[in-house]
């Protein structure tokens, strides 16, 4: 199964990462430590909310929103 990660630095230090199928969010003091950290959240997520068809538990709210504007 292949899950998106989105990783940012945070403004005190280290990064945060996120994933946006589970909702799971976590944070490392290195970029490998917070992706370490991410695998270890999203899977205990879905050992406890099993993901079928790569979709999204039922109860995971979902909404895709279509943001228009320039960019400053």
Known sequence: MILSAVITEAEEGGYIAHN?????????ETF??????????TGL???EFPMKAGRPPRHFPSRRQELRGSAA
């Open 45 to 47: 997520y879905l050992e």
């Open 20 to 28: 946006s199928e589970t909702g799971t969010r976590t944070q490392g």
């Open 32 to 41: 490998d430590e917070a992706i370490e950290n991410l695998r270890e959240a």
